[in-house]
Each structure stands twice: as C-alpha cells, then as structure tokens.
C-alpha cells in the first residue's frame, strides 16, 4: 500500500472512530427524549435539551458525510473530491471549536445564551462529546492535508481522478 493510500485509509478511519463516538453519544439522547416527552418534537418547555436543536445532530451527520467521502475518495483518489472534503473538514473544526468555545462561556457564566446548543449542559467543557468531536475532526483535518499533498504528487491522476478529465476527447468515443 502506498503512503498516499495509507493516508487516505488512516483519514476514513479517524472518521469512523469520530463517526461512531458521535452516534454513540446521540442515539442515547434521542432514546432519552423520546421515552421522557413520547415525541421528538416537542421544543417548549423541556428540562433536557432536545437532540434535534443540539449540536450533536449536526457535528454526527457531518461525521457520516465525511466518512462516506472520505471512503469514496479512497476507492477513486480524486485531488478535487480531497480537497472539498478538506473543506467539509474544516468546516467541522470551526463548528465544533465555536460549539466548545460556547460551552466554555455558559460553563464559566462569561454571557448567557437565549438557547442552549449544547447537549451536555452544566458539564466542564473538556468533558464534553462536541470537544472530542473537536479532536476527531481535527485530526481528520490534519490527515487531510497530508493526503491532498501527496495526491498532488501522483502521477497520471488528473485533478478529477484517476485517467482524462471530463469533456477530454477519447479515442473511439463518438461526441454528440
């Protein structure tokens, strides 16, 4: 296996542990609010967050997104397809940094939020899923950055993928 290849198997498996870690931490809250309010919909008058206005929603579906991605892009190394998932990645670490960074505020009462977007309230930041979610997509994004480059070094891959880039006239082929 090539280092590139290795980068991109180590990128979809630090994206499977994040991916795991979120939905581990999210199903039971879903489970939770379900059985204690018999509906996820109810978004009034609740004492424990709802999991569909948490940030744990978003940061475990974003998880999934770039699991799926990363594993595409591992089975047909494509520069481009790295890239925007470095993209999607960063987005994560800016999400789940700004997610931290709200919970370190209401944890040490530097302001109060009209809604609270954490699933973990009254908990020490450090301990919360969105600062591991934080580790995992940081990580994530590292390994992405090391992978674009190496890709960039491939021979014969286009920035598309692998052969001619779309719209390259091919022998045999017949245009219409």
Partial sequence: MTRTRKLLAAQSLVLLGGAMF???????QITH???MY?????FS????P???LTACLYGSTAFLVALVWSLSVFQKPSLASERWLRNLLLFG???AGSVVFSEFAAYYKWFTAAVSVTCSPGVAPLETPCFYGLIFFSLAFLVSIFA?????????LSERGEGEAPGARQAGT???
Wanted: cysteine-free.
């Fill in 148 to 156: 674009a480059r190496h890709l960039k070094r491939v021979p014969g």
């Fill in 174 to 176: 017949i245009e219409g």
């Fill in 33 to 35: 609010f379900q059985a």
């Fill in 22 to 28: 979120a939905w581990s931490k999210l199903v039971p």
């Fill in 50 to 52: 709802n999991p569909l």
């Fill in 45 to 48: 008058e609740i004492a424990i």
């Fill in 38 to 42: 018999g509906t996820l919909f109810r």
């Fill in 93 to 95: 670490v800016v999400f």
